[in-house]
């Protein structure tokens, strides 16, 4: 989604307006602009495409001079991606860029169409741009309080006025805006990665709170002018983990994090071998309160959910139901206060998963995140928080964040079943123990990678293929599909492998490989009667199992054999191949592996 920066000190700021948002093009982009204070005056350029067009055309135009300036990337919304829609928008005394969704905007231009105003773009932002203008009355406050309170949706607004050279203002609600501070500099930025190259240290910006910042000075209101006094926050990673350390992408990159992510959720959630999620608030008796647990997520933290309910379900036998949180929102959910709501999210700022996490509290829910993003809206907003801490992830198709959101789902599942009294606590210290040898399997795992990407070598020319899969190889094969069509553009579909043949087998002839996964031994007859059905008919089919298995080489075409742990942490195994197989089918195709087409790493509209 959109990408937000501003910066306000001593130095030319038009390289670190671009610096920083080439740190926000994880999050999906199709144009890209900034406006400086040049001499005075507001000076726009901008244009369709990626951040390296817009530089080049500075190199033909002249680069914008001065010290006080914002930027933005682009995920289109409202009109085409082009020169004239990209931001900022404004005019010689306002210029604005924005993040999020202004739902009534045609009444706003209506209005101040018949106001006289034009408007040059198909953008809900140009009405904001515009309606500053009309409320100006020489107070900026005054002028954004004004137009906020006629704006519907969602927003993060940088703004410059002419009559204010050297300062930036922001507003934000239901888009993220942090403001950094540096030494004698200040920025503001939609996520910490475009500033901590220079500063580590940022305040988060509250709903409808205004920053003012000057180079040396940062002050906040809230919308009656009141002075707000804000905890300063401080990054507790640096550059490196922002930047590729000698990995082709991103993505390879976080994959290899996994092991290390792992370690850094899980340990400090182990005390005495038991889990332990008191840091988080949430005590035995709390987790043994609840009737029901909904997960309500978006994408692949959804599919974490997956893992999730079957592996709660499975130990602690409570019931659980995973909701697409689109869905969720809108299904009028029957909930109770004996039920908790999980909402899972990297980012923590995914816009149906927060509409999902509003509802939950208002109908009177316990609500748990589980989140990756520090003081991101959903973790502020949850009634409890469960951190992950995967660092920060960078490439949109997202790896790691899965991979530490279901480590928690297994502490969680291994507490619930304990606090249950449905396991014991030395069954409880033992699989907690299993679930701390993950990082080093998953190391043996990523040793064989040459070999996964001979398998996606097979597979760079198909244009269809399927997952099957039982219980958890089901619940891991949504999320393997998922991963395969974001980055390599293959159609794929997940299917529970004893489905099949109730309609889509009748798609499967020799140009439909099926990748099999069959970790769950109790499943894997079953599993591999299903492999036998689809090789009849001539689908190539890859098998991902326990090394330690024995296949019937007829019936496979590849077999991906992996290190052995208790069936049901295979998933956190099993995913990892997967993962693998994506990343190299995409990058054999020659695409843009970290950022694919269409898509954003936040999607902070619904
Ligand atoms: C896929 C992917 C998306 C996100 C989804 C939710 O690789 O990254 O499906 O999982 O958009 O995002 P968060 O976790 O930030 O709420």
């Known amino acids: 989604m959109c990408g937000i920066v501003g910066y306000v ?45 817009l530089e080049e055309k500075m190199d033909k135009e002249g680069w914008l001079k001065g010290t006080c300036g914002i930027g933005h990337t682009r995920w289109a919304t409202h009109g085409e991606p082009s020169d004239i829609n990209s931001h900022p928008h404004g005019n010689a005394n306002i210029t604005i860029v924005h993040n999020g969704i202004i739902e009534n905007y045609k009444k706003i231009k209506d209005f101040l169409e018949s106001k006289g105003y034009e408007f040059a773009s198909q953008t809900d932002t140009e009405t904001v741009a515009k309606l500053l203008d009309y409320y100006y009355n020489g107070d900026p406050r005054e002028t954004i309080t004004r137009a906020i309170s006629e704006i519907e949706g969602s927003y993060a607004l940088g703004i410059l006025f002419k009559d204010f050279p050297n300062e930036i203002f922001a507003v934000r609600k239901d888009s993220p805006l942090i403001v950094g501070v540096g030494d004698g500099e200040s920025f503001i930025a939609s996520d910490v990665p475009a500033i901590i190259k220079y500063t580590k240290n940022y305040y988060l910006l509250e709903e409808n709170e205004i920053a003012d910042l000057k180079a040396d000075k940062i002050t906040f209101c809230d919308i009656h002018g009141m002075s707000v006094q804000k905890e300063l926050h401080t990054a507790n990673w ?22 290390n992510a792992i370690k850094m959720t899980v340990s400090p959630r182990i005390v005495d071998g038991m889990p332990d999620f008191s840091e988080s608030g ?16 978006c994408g692949t933290a959804m599919y974490a959910g997956t893992v ?5 379900e499975r130990l602690a036998r409570i019931p659980v139901t995973v909701d697409v949180a689109s869905e969720f929102r809108y299904r009028n959910p029957i909930l109770t206060d004996k039920d908790l709501v999980i909402l899972v999210s990297q980012s923590g700022e ?36 469960i951190y992950s801490h995967a660092g920060p992830e960078i490439s949109v198709a997202s790896t790691k964040a899965y991979m530490v959101q279901i480590s928690i789902f297994y502490l969680l599942a291994f507490e619930l079943a304990y606090s249950n009294d449905i396991i014991t606590k030395d069954e409880c210290r033992r699989l ?17 990678k040459d070999e996964v990407s001979h398998i996606a070598s097979q597979l760079m020319s198909t244009e269809n293929l399927f997952y099957i899969g039982r219980g958890l190889d089901y619940a891991l094969s949504m999320e393997g599909s998922l991963k395969l069509k974001e980055i390599s553009y293959i159609h794929s579909e997940a299917y529970a492998a004893g489905e099949l043949k109730h309609g889509p087998i009748s798609l499967i002839n020799d140009d439909m490989p099926v990748i099999a996964v069959a970790t769950q031994r109790e499943l894997f007859d079953k599993t591999i009667s299903n492999v036998k059905e689809v090789k009849a008919r001539g689908a190539k089919v890859i098998l991902v199992t326990h090394s330690s298995m024995s296949v019937d080489e007829e019936a496979v075409d590849f077999v991906i054999g992996l290190p052995t742990i208790d069936d049901m942490l295979m998933p956190m195994i099993a995913a990892v191949p997967l993962q693998l197989i994506a990343y190299y089918t995409s990058v054999l195709k020659g695409n843009d592996v970290d950022k694919p087409r269409n898509l954003a790493k936040s999607v902070t509209v619904e």
């Open 9 to 53: 000190g001593q130095k030319d700021c038009t390289k670190i307006l671009l610096d920083s948002l080439s740190k926000l093009e994880y999050r999906g982009y199709d144009s890209a602009g900034v406006a400086v204070v040049q001499n005075g005056k507001l000076v726009t350029k901008k244009n369709k495409g990626r951040l390296s067009g």
């Open 282 to 297: 949430i005590s035995r008796e709390l987790l043994n309160s609840f009737n029901r647990i909904f997960i309500v997520a």
């Open 432 to 448: 907690v123990s299993v679930l701390q040898t993950v990082p080093d399997k998953i190391e043996e795992v990523l040793k064989d």
């Open 308 to 312: 999730g309910k079957y592996v709660i």
């Open 350 to 385: 995914t816009a149906d998963t927060l509409a999902s996490l509003r509802l939950a509290k208002k109908i009177g829910a316990t609500t748990m995140s589980i989140v990756n993003v520090k003081g991101s809206s959903i973790a502020r907003e949850s009634d409890y928080v």
């Open 238 to 259: 640096d550059m490196e983990a922002a930047e590729k350390g000698g990995y082709e992408h991103f993505m390879l990159k976080e994959i290899h994090e996994q092991p």
